[in-house]
């Protein structure tokens, strides 16, 4: 399990991803989604823990609501990162990253998790 990143630069637009529109999509495909709305700080302002194929995951959004930290193997971290990038305006820049910002790859609208997954693999 690593630590990954999914975020759009919030000085270019006004708009924010609210809780209420990822949960139902993460429950949707982990039915056992636990929730837990407690702000812990400003990078863990609400929190989703699953249960996937590959083991526990869990997911948190910023509190501000630009950037979700995904704690899961790279199988599940796309999937979830697919999901952020169709629930934020096609005008705006999606990033995939990891916690130690060894790449970046930008998102475009209607990538796959399977797309994504090439894009990390292919990374020298």
């Known amino acids: 399990m690593a630590t990954f990143l999914v975020l759009f ?29 407690t702000v812990r700080s400003e990078a863990r302002g609400f929190t989703w823990s699953l249960q996937t194929s590959c083991g526990s995951a869990e997911t948190y959004l910023d509190k501000d609501g630009t950037c979700l930290y995904i704690d899961a193997a790279l199988i599940d971290a796309a999937q979830i990162a697919c999901i ?41």
């Open 9 to 37: 630069d919030d000085s270019s637009t006004t708009w924010r991803i609210e809780p209420s529109a990822l949960t139902p999509l993460l429950q949707g495909i982990w039915a056992d989604t636990v929730i837990d709305p």
């Open 84 to 124: 952020f990038r169709d629930c934020v305006p096609r005008s705006i820049e999606v990033i995939f990253c990891d916690q130690g910002y060894n790449f970046d790859l930008v998102i475009t609208p209607g990538t796959t998790p399977a797309a994504l997954i090439g894009k990390v693999d292919a990374l020298p």
